[in-house]
């Protein structure tokens, strides 16, 4: 069974930072995008960072500048650094990643992991 395991929320002050991380298990053969989306109480979930296998990434604009998303191919985990934190950054962020398992390519949603920026 593949799963996408996330780690790192918590509690930061306005400015502050954070680090989350993602690490799926399994029986993996190949990861396309890994990506972080987040939720916040009342929106719908949206796309913070996409990165791909190749290393290319992708941005919402409302993080451009200030979040850094990376990979590490051979441990099958993607990061999420998180500088200069804003309240409207607090959320749900989820990890999720474009799997080939068992001749399959599908994706898979991790838990979710809280992120909490007080002012």
């Known amino acids: 069974q593949v799963q996408p395991v996330e780690s790192g929320g918590g509690l930061v002050q306005a400015g502050g930072s954070l680090r989350l991380s993602c690490a799926a298990s399994?029986?993996?053969?190949?990861?396309?995008?890994m990506d972080w989306y987040r939720q916040a109480p009342g929106k719908q979930r949206e796309l913070v960072a996409r990165?791909?296998?190749?290393?290319?990434?992708f941005y919402a604009d409302s993080v451009k500048g200030r979040f850094t998303i990376s990979r590490d191919n051979a441990k099958n985990t993607v990061n999420l650094q998180m500088n200069t934190l804003k309240p409207e950054d607090t959320a749900v962020y989820y990890c999720?990643?474009?799997?080939?398992?068992?001749?399959?390519?599908?994706?898979?949603w991790g838990q979710g992991t809280q992120v909490t920026v007080s002012s």
């Open positions: 999720k990643a474009e799997i080939r398992s068992g001749g399959y390519l599908r994706s898979y």
């Open positions: 399994g029986s993996i053969f190949s990861i396309n995008y």
């Open positions: 990165i791909a296998s190749d290393g290319s990434t």
